[in-house]
C-alpha cells in the first residue's frame, strides 16, 4: 500500500487514505454492483438502439421502396452521432463529472429514439438517428471510465469487460426482439422500445448513480462527499478525514496539472493513444460492416427474412466471451491478449464467406466470429481506461470510441461499395476480414511502444502524481 501523506489543510501528521488503495483491500460491495448493474444496462441500451437501425433495414427498404445504396445514410448517421457525441462528452466528462453526462446522454438517446418511431420520411429518420447517435456516444465511454474508477486494480479490466458485454447483448437482444416484434407491430416498435426504456433509466441512474471517486478527488471536493461515497462500501471510511490518490500511469507525473486531450496526445501516451483509436476504428469497421448488413446478405445468398435476421443476431451475442478475456488481461500482457483475439477474429470472418450453402455451418461460424471479434472489440475500452490517469480518463476512452466511430461509418459505406461494385459474398467478407488483421498489428505496435502493463493503481510503481481531497469546505 502507498505511503500515507499528510492531507491539503489538516494538520502534521496526519493520515490520509488512498482512495484506490481502500477500493483494493475492501471486497466488491453491493453498492458497487449497483454501479455494475446501472452501468451495464446503460450499455445494453446502447447496443439495442445502435444496432436497431440494422436489424429493421429490410422492413425499410420494403414498406419505403427504397434501394440498399439508398440506405446508406440512415445506417451511418447515428455512427457519425455517436462519434461527435464521445469526442465532445469524454472532456465535458472530466470537468464536470461522470455522474452529469451519463443523465443527460441516456436522456437524449431516449428522447431521440422514441422520436424516430413516428418518423414518416427518410430524411427525418437520418436526422433523429444522428441525434440518438449523439446520446449514445457520449453515454457509453462515460460508462466504461465510472465502472473501472470503482474496480479494484486486480479486478478492473474482468469487471469492466463484464460490464461491456452489455453492448453485444444488447445489439443480439435487438435482433432476437425486431424478428418477433416486427411482423406483430412493425419496425416502429423496436424503435419505441429501444426509446422509452432509457428515459426510465435516466430517471433512476439521476437518483442512485453515484460520482465517481477518484474525480471527486481529482476535483479537490471536500472530503466528506467522497466518505459518502466510500462508507458505503465499507463503514472504516467514516473514520476517514482526508482522502488522495496517486497516478502510476507512466507520463503521470507530466500530465498532473494537464486534463483532458493535453494528457492523452502528451508525449508519453501518444503513440499507445494513435493505437488504441487504430484497433477500434478498425473493429468497428468489422462490426457494422456485418451488423448492418449481414440480414440483407443472408437474404441475398437464399436465406428466408426471418433466419437471416436471427443468423445475423448471433453475431454480436458471442461478445459474452469478453468476461472470460478479461480475466487473462489482468493475469497477462493485454495487448498481446486482445492483438491474439483480433487475428483470429480476421479467420473466423473469412471463413464466414465460405459458409453461405448450409444454414447449420453457417450459423456456427458466425456465432463463433462474433464471439471472437466482439471480444477483442469490448475489450478495448478497459484496455484505455487503464491506460491513462484519472485526469485523462473519460477523454481517453470516449475519444478511442469517437474516433472508432468513423470506422463504422466507413464499414456501413464500404458493404454498399462492395456491393454495387457487384463483388460476391465471399468476397465481401473476406476484405472485411483485413480490418482484423490492421487491428492486431496495431496493439502489437502499441505493446511495442508501451512495453509494460497499463497503470495498475497501486499495485505498480512509484506515484507519478498525487491528488488529496480533505475536511475543509
Same mark, same amino acid.
Given at each position: 500500500?502507498?505511503?500515507?501523506?499528510?492531507?491539503?489543510?489538516?494538520?502534521?501528521?496526519?493520515?490520509?487514505?488512498?482512495?484506490?488503495?481502500?477500493?483494493?483491500?475492501?471486497?466488491?460491495?453491493?453498492?458497487?454492483?449497483?454501479?455494475?448493474?446501472?452501468?451495464?444496462?446503460?450499455?445494453?441500451?446502447?447496443?439495442?438502439?445502435?444496432?436497431?437501425?440494422?436489424?429493421?433495414?429490410?422492413?425499410?427498404?420494403?414498406?419505403?421502396?427504397?434501394?440498399?445504396?439508398?440506405?446508406?445514410?440512415?445506417?451511418?448517421?447515428?455512427?457519425?452521432?455517436?462519434?461527435?457525441?464521445?469526442?465532445?462528452?469524454?472532456?465535458?466528462?472530466?470537468?464536470?463529472?461522470?455522474?452529469?453526462?451519463?443523465?443527460?446522454?441516456?436522456?437524449?438517446?431516449?428522447?431521440?429514439?422514441?422520436?424516430?418511431?413516428?418518423?414518416?420520411?427518410?430524411?427525418?429518420?437520418?436526422?433523429?438517428?444522428?441525434?440518438?447517435?449523439?446520446?449514445?456516444?457520449?453515454?457509453?465511454?462515460?460508462?466504461?471510465?465510472?465502472?473501472?474508477?470503482?474496480?479494484?486494480?486486480?479486478?478492473?479490466?474482468?469487471?469492466?469487460?463484464?460490464?461491456?458485454?452489455?453492448?453485444?447483448?444488447?445489439?443480439?437482444?435487438?435482433?432476437?426482439?425486431?424478428?418477433?416484434?416486427?411482423?406483430?407491430?412493425?419496425?416502429?416498435?423496436?424503435?419505441? !422500445? #429501444? @426509446?422509452?426504456?432509457?428515459?426510465? $433509466?435516466? +430517471?433512476? *441512474?439521476?437518483?442512485?448513480? /453515484?460520482?465517481? &471517486?477518484?474525480? %471527486?478527488?481529482?476535483?479537490?471536493?471536500?472530503?466528506?462527499?467522497?466518505?459518502?461515497?466510500?462508507?458505503?462500501?465499507?463503514?472504516?471510511?467514516?473514520?476517514?478525514?482526508?482522502?488522495?490518490?496517486?497516478?502510476?500511469?507512466?507520463?503521470?507525473?507530466?500530465?498532473?496539472?494537464?486534463?483532458?486531450?493535453?494528457?492523452?496526445?502528451?508525449?508519453?501516451?501518444?503513440?499507445?493513444?494513435?493505437?488504441?483509436?487504430?484497433?477500434?476504428?478498425?473493429?468497428?469497421?468489422?462490426?457494422?460492416?456485418?451488423?448492418?448488413?449481414?440480414?440483407?446478405?443472408?437474404?441475398?445468398?437464399?436465406?428466408?427474412?426471418?433466419?437471416?435476421?436471427?443468423?445475423?443476431?448471433?453475431?454480436? !451475442? #458471442? @461478445?459474452?466471451?469478453?468476461?472470460? $478475456?478479461? +480475466?487473462? *488481461?489482468?493475469?497477462?500482457? /493485454?495487448?498481446? &491478449?486482445?492483438? %491474439?483475439?483480433?487475428?483470429?477474429?480476421?479467420?473466423?470472418?473469412?471463413?464466414?464467406?465460405?459458409?453461405?450453402?448450409?444454414?447449420?455451418?453457417?450459423?456456427?461460424?458466425?456465432?463463433?466470429?462474433?464471439?471472437?471479434?466482439?471480444?477483442?472489440?469490448?475489450?478495448?475500452?478497459?484496455?484505455?481506461?487503464?491506460?491513462?490517469?484519472?485526469?485523462?480518463?473519460?477523454?481517453?476512452?470516449?475519444?478511442?470510441?469517437?474516433?472508432?466511430?468513423?470506422?463504422?461509418?466507413?464499414?456501413?459505406?464500404?458493404?454498399?461499395?462492395?456491393?454495387?461494385?457487384?463483388?460476391?459474398?465471399?468476397?465481401?467478407?473476406?476484405?472485411?476480414?483485413?480490418?482484423?488483421?490492421?487491428?492486431? !498489428?496495431?496493439?502489437?505496435?502499441?505493446?511495442?511502444?508501451?512495453?509494460?502493463?497499463?497503470?495498475?493503481?497501486?499495485?505498480?510503481?512509484?506515484?507519478?502524481?498525487?491528488?488529496?481531497?480533505?475536511?475543509?469546505?
Amino acid at each position: 500500500m502507498h505511503q500515507q501523506t499528510p492531507a491539503q489543510g489538516r494538520g502534521p501528521g496526519t493520515p490520509a487514505v488512498d482512495v484506490q488503495d481502500f477500493l483494493n483491500q475492501h471486497r466488491f460491495s453491493p453498492f458497487q454492483w449497483g454501479i455494475f448493474a446501472l452501468c451495464f444496462l446503460i450499455v445494453l441500451l446502447d447496443g439495442f438502439d445502435t444496432a436497431a437501425i440494422g436489424f429493421i433495414a429490410p422492413s425499410l427498404l420494403k414498406e419505403w421502396g427504397l434501394s440498399k445504396a439508398a440506405l446508406a445514410p440512415v445506417l451511418s448517421a447515428a455512427l457519425f452521432g455517436l462519434a461527435a457525441g464521445g469526442l465532445t462528452a469524454g472532456p465535458c466528462a472530466d470537468r464536470f463529472g461522470r455522474k452529469t453526462v451519463l443523465v443527460v446522454a441516456v436522456a437524449l438517446f431516449g428522447a431521440a429514439c422514441t422520436w424516430s418511431a413516428f418518423s414518416d420520411s427518410l430524411t427525418e429518420l437520418t436526422i433523429l438517428r444522428f441525434v440518438t447517435g449523439l446520446g449514445l456516444g457520449a453515454a457509453m465511454p462515460n460508462a466504461v471510465t465510472l465502472m473501472s474508477e470503482y474496480c479494484p486494480d486486480g479486478r478492473r479490466a474482468t469487471l469492466t469487460n463484464a460490464m461491456f458485454c452489455g453492448f453485444p447483448l444488447g445489439a443480439a437482444l435487438g435482433g432476437f426482439l425486431a424478428a418477433w416484434m416486427i411482423p406483430q407491430w412493425g419496425w416502429r416498435s423496436v424503435l419505441l !422500445l #429501444g @426509446g422509452l426504456v432509457p428515459l426510465v $433509466l435516466a +430517471v433512476v *441512474m439521476l437518483m442512485r448513480l /453515484p460520482e465517481s &471517486v477518484r474525480w %471527486l478527488v481529482a476535483r479537490k471536493v471536500p472530503a466528506a462527499r467522497i466518505r459518502a461515497a466510500l462508507q458505503r462500501i465499507s463503514p472504516s471510511a467514516r473514520e476517514v478525514q482526508a482522502f488522495t490518490m496517486a497516478e502510476k500511469a507512466a507520463g503521470a507525473g507530466a500530465a498532473v496539472k494537464r486534463t483532458g486531450l493535453r494528457v492523452i496526445l502528451s508525449r508519453p501516451f501518444i503513440v499507445g493513444t494513435v493505437m488504441i483509436w487504430l484497433a477500434y476504428f478498425m473493429g468497428l469497421v468489422i462490426f457494422y460492416s456485418l451488423i448492418n448488413w449481414m440480414p440483407i446478405l443472408f437474404k441475398e445468398a437464399g436465406l428466408d427474412a426471418r433466419t437471416a435476421t436471427l443468423a445475423a443476431s448471433l453475431f454480436p !451475442l #458471442g @461478445g459474452v466471451g469478453a468476461v472470460f $478475456l478479461g +480475466v487473462l *488481461m489482468d493475469r497477462f500482457n /493485454p495487448n498481446r &491478449v486482445i492483438a %491474439l483475439c483480433f487475428s483470429l477474429s480476421a479467420v473466423s470472418i473469412y471463413a464466414i464467406g465460405l459458409s453461405a450453402g448450409n444454414v447449420a455451418l453457417l450459423m456456427t461460424v458466425v456465432f463463433v466470429a462474433g464471439t471472437l471479434m466482439n471480444t477483442a472489440q469490448s475489450s478495448l475500452p478497459a484496455l484505455a481506461a487503464s491506460f491513462y490517469p484519472t485526469q485523462g480518463r473519460a477523454t481517453g476512452v470516449a475519444w478511442m470510441m469517437g474516433v472508432g466511430r468513423f470506422g463504422g461509418v466507413a464499414g456501413s459505406f464500404l458493404v454498399a461499395e462492395l456491393a454495387r461494385r457487384q463483388v460476391g459474398f465471399q468476397g465481401i467478407f473476406a476484405v472485411v476480414a483485413v480490418a482484423g488483421v490492421f487491428a492486431t !498489428l496495431a496493439l502489437l505496435v502499441k505493446h511495442w511502444a508501451h512495453p509494460d502493463r497499463p497503470q495498475q493503481g497501486s499495485q505498480e510503481g512509484e506515484p507519478a502524481g498525487r491528488h488529496s481531497a480533505s475536511l475543509g469546505h
